[in-house]
């Protein structure tokens, strides 16, 4: 009876599920934010068709698998491409009205402060004039700029290199006079972070996973006066900007994450269910990355210990019901 339990867990997991396929192995489930009406057909066209169906049945141990996870771009630039489809700009200003804490910043946004950066702004428009950063996360928009670029999200390898992709629409306005503005620049700037996860697996008995931050900069930057592209501009704006991603590349480092500290946790009562997790692995495809665990069979169980959990396992549907 006790092994329904994993069976009705399977079944109302279909229910859910965009994809549903038996072998004589294993049970194939697919989720997407698409199936579940979520994506309009506007958001959905954004993102593009990634084929699945990579697997490894056994590691080189031989341990058959217990259970794997693969994911794709689709499921960050899912949640992405409702952003990306904002066709709507937002006040700097307004948004820092709202939280207390930046209020005080608003004295900042003057033509003054930008002349810092960029010179001409003063000899424009005069010393301490107010100004507003209108920004965008929309792709159309942006598109405007960089007519062939990606959309803002995430992008894995197959080779473990992720990149988070960031595109930002600006629109600098000047208050030339009390409550009149006038459009002074238009700013199209990617913002690029890249990583590198990793498994080294030359000891079997001591595993280890990576995340290594590599690299963040600006791939794309964009300064337009009207149809006018100010050349000068983004060389200062590309190098102040440069200095400040520095110091932020000062602080990268590696974080490891040994499988024997990860296999410590596992729950002791895998082995009520007749087996224990042996090994956890990663394999990466172009756009996708697969999390594995392998099993190994176990006799030795602790009687006390199993009674609670196969009581406590017959109970949860009556738990969750109520």
């Known amino acids: 009876m006790d092994t329904v339990i994993p069976l ?27 199936h579940f009406k979520l994506l309009t057909e506007k958001q959905n066209k954004m993102l593009k068709a990634i084929k699945h169906g990579f697997y490894n049945e056994a590691n080189a141990e031989g341990d058959d698998a217990l259970f794997q996870l693969s994911v794709d771009d689709n499921l960050f630039n899912s949640l992405t491409a409702v952003f990306a489809s ?10 820092m009205k709202q939280n207390p804490k930046t209020r005080p910043f608003l004295n900042m ?66 208050e030339t006079s009390p409550r009149n503005w ?4 238009d700013i199209y ?8 996860t990793a498994v080294n697996s030359t000891d079997p008995l001591a595993k280890v996973f990576s995340v290594t931050p590599k690299n963040i900069e600006i791939t794309n930057l964009k300064v337009l006066k009207g149809e006018e592209e100010m050349q000068m501009e983004q060389m200062m704006i590309q190098s102040v900007t440069n200095i400040q991603l520095e110091n ?49 069979p176990s006799d030795s169980m602790d009687a006390k210990l199993c009674k609670a959990f196969m009581d406590e396992l017959r109970q949860s549907p009556k738990k969750i019901l109520s």
């Open 86 to 95: 904002v066709d709507k700009s937002f006040s700097g200003r307004e948004v």
């Open 109 to 174: 946004l003057t033509t003054s402060t930008i002349g810092t950066v960029i010179p001409t702004f003063k000899e424009e428009y005069g010393e301490d004039k107010n100004i507003d950063i209108m920004f965008s996360p929309s792709h159309s928009l942006f598109l405007a700029g960089f007519p062939n670029t990606k959309m803002t999200g995430i992008y894995i390898d197959k080779n473990g290199n992720w990149k988070v992709q960031i595109n930002i629409v600006m629109n600098l306005n000047v």
């Open 8 to 34: 009705a867990a399977i079944y109302y997991a279909t229910h859910f599920s965009e994809i549903f396929e038996v072998d004589d192995k294993f049970v194939t489930l697919g989720f997407s934010l698409d």
């Open 248 to 296: 932020v590349k000062k602080m990268f480092r590696t974080f490891p994450y040994t499988m024997k500290d990860l296999l410590k946790q596992n729950p002791k009562e895998l082995s009520c269910l007749g087996f224990n997790v042996a090994d956890i692995d990663a394999s990466f495809k172009k756009s996708q990355v697969q999390f594995s665990a392998y099993y190994k």
């Open 182 to 185: 006038e459009s002074a620049r």
């Open 189 to 196: 700037m990617t913002v690029v972070f890249k990583m590198k």
